[in-house]
Antibody, heavy 123, light 106 residues
Framework: QITLKESGPTLVKPTQTLTLTCTFS??????????VGWIRQPPGKALEWLAV???????RYSPSLKSRLTITKDTSKNQVVLTMTNMDSVDTATYYC???????????????WGQGTLVTVSS | DIQLTQSPTFLSASVGDRVTITCRAS??????LAWYQQKPGKAPKVLIY???TLQSGVPPRFSGSGSGTEFTLTISSLQPEDFATYYC????????FGQGTKVEIK
Protein backbone atom coordinates (compact mmCIF):
# COMPACT_ATOMS: atom_id res chain seq x y z
CA GLN A 1 0.00 0.00 0.00
CA ILE A 2 1.54 3.27 -1.14
CA THR A 3 1.13 6.31 1.09
CA LEU A 4 2.71 9.75 1.07
CA LYS A 5 2.50 12.55 3.58
CA GLU A 6 3.71 16.13 3.38
CA SER A 7 5.12 17.98 6.36
CA GLY A 8 6.50 21.43 6.93
CA PRO A 9 5.55 24.89 8.17
CA THR A 10 2.02 26.13 7.73
CA LEU A 11 3.08 29.77 7.82
CA VAL A 12 6.14 31.42 6.32
CA LYS A 13 7.08 35.05 6.00
CA PRO A 14 7.76 36.78 2.68
CA THR A 15 11.35 36.32 1.46
CA GLN A 16 11.85 33.23 3.65
CA THR A 17 12.73 29.79 2.34
CA LEU A 18 10.13 27.04 2.50
CA THR A 19 11.25 23.48 3.20
CA LEU A 20 8.73 20.69 2.72
CA THR A 21 9.29 17.00 3.38
CA CYS A 22 7.42 14.15 1.74
CA THR A 23 7.62 10.93 3.75
CA PHE A 24 6.41 7.89 1.90
CA SER A 25 5.92 4.17 2.35
CA UNK A 26 4.98 1.21 0.21
CA UNK A 27 7.59 1.78 -2.48
CA UNK A 28 11.28 2.45 -2.92
CA UNK A 29 12.70 5.43 -4.75
CA UNK A 30 15.49 3.11 -5.90
CA UNK A 31 13.09 1.19 -8.13
CA UNK A 32 13.44 1.85 -11.83
CA UNK A 33 10.68 3.99 -13.29
CA UNK A 34 9.58 5.53 -10.00
CA UNK A 35 9.57 9.19 -9.08
CA VAL A 36 8.18 11.59 -6.51
CA GLY A 37 6.85 14.94 -7.59
CA TRP A 38 5.51 18.11 -6.01
CA ILE A 39 2.39 19.89 -7.18
CA ARG A 40 0.72 22.92 -5.64
CA GLN A 41 -2.74 24.46 -5.77
CA PRO A 42 -3.52 28.04 -4.69
CA PRO A 43 -6.91 28.37 -3.00
CA GLY A 44 -9.67 28.02 -5.57
CA LYS A 45 -7.23 27.66 -8.45
CA ALA A 46 -5.79 24.96 -10.67
CA LEU A 47 -2.99 22.49 -10.08
CA GLU A 48 0.58 23.52 -10.88
CA TRP A 49 3.43 21.04 -11.21
CA LEU A 50 6.64 22.16 -9.45
CA ALA A 51 9.33 19.48 -9.52
CA VAL A 52 10.04 15.77 -9.72
CA UNK A 53 12.93 13.51 -8.74
CA UNK A 54 13.39 10.06 -10.22
CA UNK A 55 14.88 6.79 -9.01
CA UNK A 56 18.12 7.57 -10.87
CA UNK A 57 18.39 11.02 -9.22
CA UNK A 58 17.31 12.79 -12.39
CA UNK A 59 15.54 16.01 -11.42
CA ARG A 60 13.14 18.20 -13.38
CA TYR A 61 11.75 21.58 -12.47
CA SER A 62 8.99 23.88 -13.63
CA PRO A 63 10.76 26.39 -15.92
CA SER A 64 8.99 29.35 -14.33
CA LEU A 65 10.13 28.38 -10.82
CA LYS A 66 13.39 26.60 -11.53
CA SER A 67 15.61 29.29 -10.02
CA ARG A 68 13.79 29.00 -6.67
CA LEU A 69 13.38 25.24 -6.33
CA THR A 70 15.59 22.39 -5.16
CA ILE A 71 14.43 18.79 -4.85
CA THR A 72 16.43 16.06 -3.13
CA LYS A 73 15.83 12.54 -1.94
CA ASP A 74 16.96 10.40 0.98
CA THR A 75 16.29 6.87 -0.12
CA SER A 76 17.24 5.36 3.23
CA LYS A 77 14.67 7.52 5.03
CA ASN A 78 12.02 7.26 2.31
CA GLN A 79 11.85 11.02 2.07
CA VAL A 80 11.89 13.69 -0.61
CA VAL A 81 12.55 17.31 0.30
CA LEU A 82 11.53 20.38 -1.67
CA THR A 83 12.92 23.82 -0.91
CA MET A 84 11.53 27.01 -2.38
CA THR A 85 13.37 30.26 -1.83
CA ASN A 86 12.15 33.83 -1.64
CA MET A 87 8.55 33.02 -0.75
CA ASP A 88 5.83 35.50 -1.64
CA SER A 89 2.10 35.79 -0.95
CA VAL A 90 1.37 34.35 -4.41
CA ASP A 91 3.01 31.12 -3.23
CA THR A 92 0.21 30.56 -0.72
CA ALA A 93 -1.16 27.17 -1.71
CA THR A 94 -1.76 23.58 -0.77
CA TYR A 95 1.39 21.65 -1.60
CA TYR A 96 1.06 18.00 -2.59
CA CYS A 97 3.66 15.31 -3.10
CA UNK A 98 2.81 12.39 -5.35
CA UNK A 99 4.23 9.08 -6.56
CA UNK A 100 4.90 9.05 -10.27
CA UNK A 101 5.05 6.01 -12.46
CA UNK A 102 6.57 5.71 -15.92
CA UNK A 103 4.44 4.61 -18.84
CA UNK A 104 7.06 5.36 -21.49
CA UNK A 105 10.52 6.91 -21.64
CA UNK A 106 10.17 10.38 -20.16
CA UNK A 107 6.42 10.01 -19.62
CA UNK A 108 5.08 9.70 -16.08
CA UNK A 109 1.79 10.27 -14.35
CA UNK A 110 0.86 10.63 -10.68
CA UNK A 111 -0.97 7.60 -9.32
CA UNK A 112 -0.76 8.20 -5.57
CA TRP A 113 -0.99 11.54 -3.82
CA GLY A 114 -0.43 12.81 -0.30
CA GLN A 115 -3.19 14.64 1.52
CA GLY A 116 -1.54 18.00 0.92
CA THR A 117 -0.36 20.70 3.29
CA LEU A 118 -1.55 24.31 3.20
CA VAL A 119 1.26 26.83 3.30
CA THR A 120 0.35 30.46 3.89
CA VAL A 121 2.83 33.23 3.13
CA SER A 122 2.19 36.27 5.27
CA SER A 123 4.09 38.66 7.47
CA ASP B 1 5.55 24.87 -22.32
CA ILE B 2 2.56 22.99 -23.62
CA GLN B 3 -0.71 24.70 -22.74
CA LEU B 4 -3.87 22.73 -22.01
CA THR B 5 -7.32 24.28 -22.43
CA GLN B 6 -10.32 22.51 -20.96
CA SER B 7 -13.90 23.10 -21.97
CA PRO B 8 -16.29 23.79 -20.52
CA THR B 9 -14.98 25.43 -17.35
CA PHE B 10 -18.27 24.74 -15.56
CA LEU B 11 -20.81 22.10 -16.31
CA SER B 12 -24.21 21.68 -14.72
CA ALA B 13 -25.66 18.19 -15.05
CA SER B 14 -28.10 15.76 -13.49
CA VAL B 15 -27.60 12.28 -12.13
CA GLY B 16 -27.73 9.84 -15.02
CA ASP B 17 -26.54 12.35 -17.62
CA ARG B 18 -23.78 11.60 -20.08
CA VAL B 19 -21.02 14.16 -19.58
CA THR B 20 -18.12 15.01 -21.87
CA ILE B 21 -15.15 17.23 -21.03
CA THR B 22 -12.63 18.29 -23.67
CA CYS B 23 -8.93 19.05 -23.27
CA ARG B 24 -7.04 20.72 -26.11
CA ALA B 25 -3.24 20.91 -26.21
CA SER B 26 -1.14 23.61 -27.82
CA UNK B 27 1.17 20.93 -29.24
CA UNK B 28 0.75 17.30 -30.14
CA UNK B 29 0.93 14.92 -27.19
CA UNK B 30 0.53 11.60 -28.96
CA UNK B 31 -1.46 9.76 -26.29
CA UNK B 32 0.40 11.12 -23.27
CA LEU B 33 -2.43 12.64 -21.30
CA ALA B 34 -4.02 11.84 -17.94
CA TRP B 35 -7.30 12.82 -16.29
CA TYR B 36 -7.78 13.47 -12.57
CA GLN B 37 -10.81 13.99 -10.36
CA GLN B 38 -10.63 16.27 -7.34
CA LYS B 39 -13.24 16.72 -4.64
CA PRO B 40 -13.22 19.72 -2.29
CA GLY B 41 -10.50 19.51 0.32
CA LYS B 42 -9.08 16.31 -1.15
CA ALA B 43 -6.08 15.39 -3.25
CA PRO B 44 -6.60 14.66 -6.94
CA LYS B 45 -7.24 11.07 -7.97
CA VAL B 46 -6.14 9.69 -11.31
CA LEU B 47 -8.92 8.30 -13.49
CA ILE B 48 -7.31 7.78 -16.89
CA TYR B 49 -3.73 7.70 -18.17
CA UNK B 50 -2.27 7.33 -21.64
CA UNK B 51 -5.42 9.07 -22.90
CA UNK B 52 -7.68 6.03 -22.64
CA THR B 53 -6.36 3.55 -20.06
CA LEU B 54 -8.57 3.27 -17.01
CA GLN B 55 -6.65 3.39 -13.73
CA SER B 56 -7.19 0.30 -11.60
CA GLY B 57 -10.23 0.62 -9.37
CA VAL B 58 -11.90 3.40 -11.37
CA PRO B 59 -15.50 2.65 -12.40
CA PRO B 60 -15.98 1.82 -16.09
CA ARG B 61 -18.47 4.66 -16.55
CA PHE B 62 -15.35 6.81 -16.95
CA SER B 63 -13.64 6.66 -20.31
CA GLY B 64 -11.06 8.68 -22.20
CA SER B 65 -10.30 9.12 -25.85
CA GLY B 66 -8.25 11.20 -28.22
CA SER B 67 -4.71 11.71 -29.37
CA GLY B 68 -2.54 14.49 -30.68
CA THR B 69 -4.08 17.75 -29.53
CA GLU B 70 -7.67 16.88 -28.66
CA PHE B 71 -8.83 14.61 -25.86
CA THR B 72 -12.11 13.87 -24.12
CA LEU B 73 -13.17 12.48 -20.77
CA THR B 74 -16.64 10.95 -20.78
CA ILE B 75 -18.79 9.91 -17.85
CA SER B 76 -21.44 7.66 -19.31
CA SER B 77 -23.99 8.02 -16.50
CA LEU B 78 -23.22 10.67 -13.91
CA GLN B 79 -23.44 9.47 -10.31
CA PRO B 80 -23.80 11.61 -7.16
CA GLU B 81 -20.18 10.92 -6.20
CA ASP B 82 -18.95 12.25 -9.56
CA PHE B 83 -19.70 15.88 -8.78
CA ALA B 84 -16.17 17.24 -8.59
CA THR B 85 -13.55 19.15 -10.54
CA TYR B 86 -11.71 17.36 -13.33
CA TYR B 87 -8.22 18.17 -14.62
CA CYS B 88 -6.26 16.96 -17.60
CA UNK B 89 -2.47 16.74 -17.44
CA UNK B 90 0.00 16.29 -20.25
CA UNK B 91 2.81 13.88 -19.50
CA UNK B 92 5.67 15.52 -21.40
CA UNK B 93 8.14 17.39 -19.18
CA UNK B 94 7.61 20.13 -18.13
CA UNK B 95 4.24 18.79 -17.05
CA UNK B 96 1.21 21.03 -17.16
CA PHE B 97 -2.40 20.77 -16.09
CA GLY B 98 -5.54 22.17 -17.59
CA GLN B 99 -7.45 24.86 -15.72
CA GLY B 100 -10.10 22.43 -14.54
CA THR B 101 -13.77 21.67 -15.23
CA LYS B 102 -16.18 21.84 -12.32
CA VAL B 103 -19.14 19.48 -12.62
CA GLU B 104 -22.03 20.74 -10.55
CA ILE B 105 -25.46 19.40 -9.72
CA LYS B 106 -28.22 20.78 -11.92
Amino acid sequence: QITLKESGPTLVKPTQTLTLTCTFSGFSLSTSGVGVGWIRQPPGKALEWLAVIYWDDDKRYSPSLKSRLTITKDTSKNQVVLTMTNMDSVDTATYYCAHSIRIAVGRHYFDYWGQGTLVTVSS
Amino acid sequence: DIQLTQSPTFLSASVGDRVTITCRASQGLSSYLAWYQQKPGKAPKVLIYAASTLQSGVPPRFSGSGSGTEFTLTISSLQPEDFATYYCQQLNSPWTFGQGTKVEIK
